[in-house]
């Protein structure tokens, strides 16, 4: 029995997760709130941008203050020697020529924190949430956690100004973690880069700043039905609250969406412990070897830099640029940076169908070039559809054409959700929830498997499972209920 000197502190315990489930569902099924009425969440958005000051000016490289392109590599590097780094990766996967494949890469091996306080306002959990600026974001501003930081930000590398609200996810004793899971961001463009996604939950009476305002889950789930309004990082870690367990007395799982996130009895198609032994037998066979190279070599590639941009000379995929920021309620007032601008936009969709009366998701087991452990779960569809058209297109991936030729009726959620603003220029995806017609048959090919939400949702309870693609699409899922 551990000592009193050696028991493991409040904060590194985490809420019961059956019971956590019950006030989610709750929170979930509270459309609106006196705390923050939700139809006033826009004007205010709108007016934070407006007193922002905020300026994104892309520029030459040359002119990136703190960046350099190291002599002998051509890596595009910071010279404090931390935030991240613009580097060669050479990949060896299935379905790519022998001698593979070489691309830049975002190298940032440091795990930042995206955390989101959490409390009970008239017994109801609400949500911490702040209008925060990214330069990459298409309209500036969007709904973020309460904190969002790289190690390098929450150290004070950028000897800026403190983040508010961090000392309740460092300081042991503060709140009770309701999440707490390392998670994966987009393999395309980083290199095995991971992110701590946290939600704690305080007793305490936290004032919300003139930047933060308190929603609750059923608010998000709303605003959620918008375009770019609820940004990647919030996306990601609400996906990851758990459901399983919930029960309110109202038959909570009276509906397929309902048991498929909340009913622990709801029959599924598969087992867990089938789904993860899956899992695991493709990334034992799949390959993907990576080795990070000089930026210079990916020219061998066909990419291209110039003064302004390194680009493909293709001209899809995306291409690198250098950006110059001006934000006064950040950190720091003012930066540069590189950005990862995609091409064209991504289409990610997920076909869902009733199976025995409990919804299932159809996802696939994705190899993608800056994976850390091979494979993770992804939307049934992941792709750039214009990718598939025109001339020298790639064949249409698997149930790209269901979710295209799918009729307005099964389209159960359609809306544009921009990715990391942070690292990433004006990056939309359109994602979309689309329910199969009754002739879409349950047998797929190897890749693909049938999972309910409860398990997608306790599969999140862990590291590595679910792209961030997915996670999105999870939690948009609520909004079916």
Partial sequence: MPSETTAVPRAAVAADRADTAR???LSARTPDSAATPVDGVPGWLARQARAGDFRVTPVPFAELRGWYFEEGTGNLRHESGR????????????????RGWKQPIIVQPEVGLLGIVAREIDGVLHFLMQAKMEPGNVNTLQLSPTVQATRSNFTGVHRGRGIPYLDL???RGRARVL???LQSEQADWFLAKRNRNMVVEVDEDVEAGPDFRWLTLGQLLRLLRLDNVVNMDTRSILACLPTAGASDGEGSAATPVLRSFHDPSAPARHTTAEILSWLTGIRARRELVQRRVPLDEVAEDGWLRTAREIGHTGGRRFRVIGADVRAANREVASWSQPLIQPQVPGLMALVVKPVGGVLHALVQARVDVGHLNVAE??????CRPADHTGPGREPFPPFLADVLAAPAGRVRYDAVQSEEGGRFHHAENRYVIVEAGEDFGEDVPEDFAWLTFAQLTELLAYGNHL?????TLVVCAHTLY
């Fill in 23 to 25: 006030r989610v569902l």
């Fill in 83 to 98: 935030f991240f780094s613009v580097e060669g990766l050479h990949v060896h996967a299935d379905g790519l020529p022998a």
């Fill in 169 to 171: 996810f460092l300081e």
């Fill in 179 to 181: 999440v707490d899971a």
């Fill in 377 to 382: 779960l992804a939307p049934t569809v992941h």
């Fill in 467 to 471: 792209d961030v693609e997915l996670r």
